[in-house]
């Protein structure tokens, strides 16, 4: 399993924070994640879809070939794989 420490040491801080975003409210759609992840002015489709396919370029796949961001399917909600777990219950 991928961990959030060992992502926080392969990405910049933009990306870990949208992988922590998609690990912590999963199946979100574009609109809250976008608001959620601005600073002065909310992300653009545009710049959540380009920092998803670098997301998904550093990570890579699973052991079982799996990748830990998948690609989105037409009207699914962007998400992580199960592999990538999040420890916010343990926190709790």
């Known amino acids: ?3 959030v420490e060992q ?3 392969l990405l910049p801080p933009r990306r870990v924070q949208l992988a922590a ?3 912590l409210k ?3 759609s574009a ?3 976008c608001e959620d992840l601005g600073d002065a002015e909310p992300w653009t489709p545009r710049t959540l879809s380009a920092r998803l396919w670098d997301l998904r370029i550093a990570l890579g796949t699973d052991p079982d070939g799996g990748p830990y961001v998948p690609q989105r399917q037409r009207r699914t909600p962007r998400a992580v794989s199960d592999r990538v777990p999040g420890d916010w219950h343990e926190f709790e």
Do not use: E, G, I, K
Request: without cysteine; neutral net charge; aromatic residues 0%.
């Open 31 to 33: 609109d809250p994640l």
């Open 1 to 3: 399993m991928l961990t």
């Open 7 to 9: 992502v926080a040491q």
């Open 21 to 23: 975003q998609l690990v």
């Open 26 to 28: 999963p199946r979100s």
